[in-house]
T-cell receptor, first 113, second 108 residues
Framework: GAGVSQTPSNKVTEKGKYVELRCDPI?????LYWYRQSLGQGPEFLIY????????DSGLPNDRFFAVRPEGSVSTLKIQRTERGDSAVYLC???????????FGPGTRLLVL | GQNIDQPTEMTATEGAIVQINCTYQ??????LFWYQQHAGEAPTFLSY??LDGLEEKGRFSSFLSRSKGYSYLLLKELQMKDSASYLC?????????WGAGTKLIIKP
């Protein structure tokens, strides 16, 4: 089947604006993860979902960041009042169950001007 | 704290063998992953070790010693397409804790 998909692939926005990033996991995968990656660094954990619920959101940097997965499949990462420091590649991954191998989407490159 | 260390960059010659080391200190351990990441692309899964020892998969092998907090990725018969970053990640309490990655440069 299809792999993890993410939209948009690139997003340019202005400081202070609101953005939504979408992730469509592999069909049948119950766990979904969001990461943020800056150039030359490994991915930084943000949040993961087991089904519809956020099982661990300890990586969200502040309350401007929020994520949902209302039907246990597609997830949306929402960033309010964007700041230049939010510029990064936002990666989504899914796994068939928690702690199983994670498979990554192509990422969304967010640039905040 | 949680810490994963890998060399920042390594250089090797096409056709040769290279070993990329990873040491870790994490609060929990439920396995160690190696991922490959080409520039501008997402990480792709290479290997998973949860028990001590060597796992071999074609040209790539991965080794784990839990008592030493140590793993390595061994790449044989290097090809130019192996030029990429190699990321070590530890599954710790349902999170993946990532190293910064090792950039591998392959020279003809």
């Amino acid at each position: 089947g299809a792999g993890v998909s993410q939209t948009p692939s690139n997003k340019v926005t202005e400081k202070g604006k609101y953005v939504e990033l979408r992730c469509d996991p592999i069909s049948g995968h119950t766990a979904l993860y969001w990461y943020r990656q800056s150039l030359g660094q490994g991915p930084e954990f943000l949040i993961y979902f087991q089904g519809t619920g956020a099982a661990d959101d300890s990586g969200l940097p502040n309350d401007r960041f929020f994520a949902v997965r209302p039907e246990g499949s597609v997830s949306t990462l929402k960033i309010q009042r964007t700041e230049r420091g939010d510029s990064a590649v936002y990666l989504c991954a899914s796994s068939i169950r928690v702690q199983e191998t994670q498979y990554f989407g192509p990422g969304t490159r967010l640039l905040v001007l | 704290g949680q810490n994963i260390d890998q060399p920042t960059e390594m250089t090797a010659t096409e056709g040769a063998i290279v070993q990329i080391n990873c040491t870790y200190q994490t609060s929990g351990f439920n396995g160690l992953f190696w991922y490959q990441q080409h520039a501008g692309e997402a990480p792709t899964f290479l290997s998973y070790n949860v028990l001590d020892g060597l796992e071999e998969k074609g040209r790539f092998s991965s080794f784990l010693s839990r008592s030493k907090g140590y793993s390595y990725l061994l790449l044989k018969e290097l090809q130019m397409k192996d030029s990429a970053s190699y990321l070590c990640a530890v599954n710790s309490n349902y999170q993946l804790i990532w190293g910064a990655g090792t950039k591998l440069i392959i020279k003809p």
